[in-house]
């Protein structure tokens, strides 16, 4: 929870530096680049922390919920991100329930979970056929990823064994798993 709140007032401070002009006045290159330096001198964390606060501007339940420590920072960016895909047919209402059901969900389910809980949720407001074309491209992009990590390394042990390690699919890790367990 601690962690949370703490990331919800970098998140404030994020918003701040977007309304003034701090970034100038610094000298920085970039507003990620200046709360980079605030956090032991990375920019990377600086720019997640700037993109989350810009997603957070049309979430504001959500904002409230990491403020408040009810969900993590990383809750909070897919929530975010999900509402964010919600076509603009969309009432305010409708918006309004969608950020409340993905609140509730948060407190019970994964990142991975909560994300698919998201996808079915935009899902809702789609035709059919575009929820089809949806899931299929993000099934084989999911996949297009897997297999482009993949990747396999071996060393003999010179005992009779061999120590290795792999990144593969899931579906590809299932198997790999059966197949050992027996």
Same mark, same amino acid.
């Given at each position: 929870?601690?962690?949370?709140?703490?990331?919800?007032?970098?998140?404030?401070?994020?918003?701040?530096? +977007?309304?003034?002009? @701090?970034? =100038?006045?610094?000298? &920085? #290159?970039?507003?990620?680049?200046? !709360?980079? /330096?605030?956090?032991?001198?990375?920019?990377?964390?600086?720019?997640? +922390?700037?993109?989350? @606060?810009? =997603?957070?501007?049309? &979430? #504001?339940?959500?904002?409230?919920? !990491?403020? /408040?420590?009810?969900?993590?920072?990383?809750?909070?960016?897919?929530?975010?991100?999900?509402? @964010?895909?919600?076509?603009?047919?969309?009432?305010?209402?409708?918006?309004?329930?969608?950020?409340?059901?993905?609140?509730?969900?948060?407190?019970?389910?994964?990142?991975?979970?909560? @994300?698919?809980?998201?996808?079915?949720?935009?899902?809702?407001?789609?035709?059919?056929?575009?929820?089809?074309?949806?899931?299929?491209?993000?099934?084989?992009?999911?996949?297009?990823?897997?297999?482009?990590?993949?990747?396999?390394?071996?060393?003999?042990?010179?005992?009779?064994?061999?120590?290795?390690?792999?990144?593969?699919?899931?579906?590809?890790?299932?198997?790999?798993?059966?197949?050992?367990?027996?």
């Amino acid at each position: 929870r601690l962690e949370a709140r703490i990331k919800a007032q970098q998140v404030f401070a994020s918003r701040a530096l +977007t309304e003034s002009d @701090a970034v =100038k006045k610094a000298g &920085a #290159t970039s507003q990620g680049g200046l !709360l980079g /330096d605030d956090f032991d001198h990375n920019r990377g964390e600086g720019d997640r +922390t700037n993109r989350l @606060a810009n =997603k957070l501007k049309e &979430a #504001t339940l959500t904002e409230t919920a !990491l403020a /408040d420590g009810h969900i993590s920072a990383r809750q909070a960016d897919i929530i975010a991100s999900k509402l @964010a895909q919600l076509p603009a047919t969309v009432s305010p209402v409708q918006r309004l329930r969608c950020e409340r059901e993905l609140l509730h969900a948060a407190k019970t389910l994964n990142p991975k979970d909560l @994300a698919r809980r998201g996808d079915r949720i935009t899902d809702q407001f789609k035709p059919r056929k575009d929820v089809d074309e949806d899931e299929n491209t993000r099934v084989q992009n999911r996949e297009r990823r897997a297999r482009a990590l993949a990747k396999l390394w071996m060393r003999d042990n010179n005992d009779g064994t061999v120590t290795g390690g792999f990144t593969v699919p899931e579906l590809e890790g299932s198997m790999l798993k059966h197949a050992l367990e027996g």
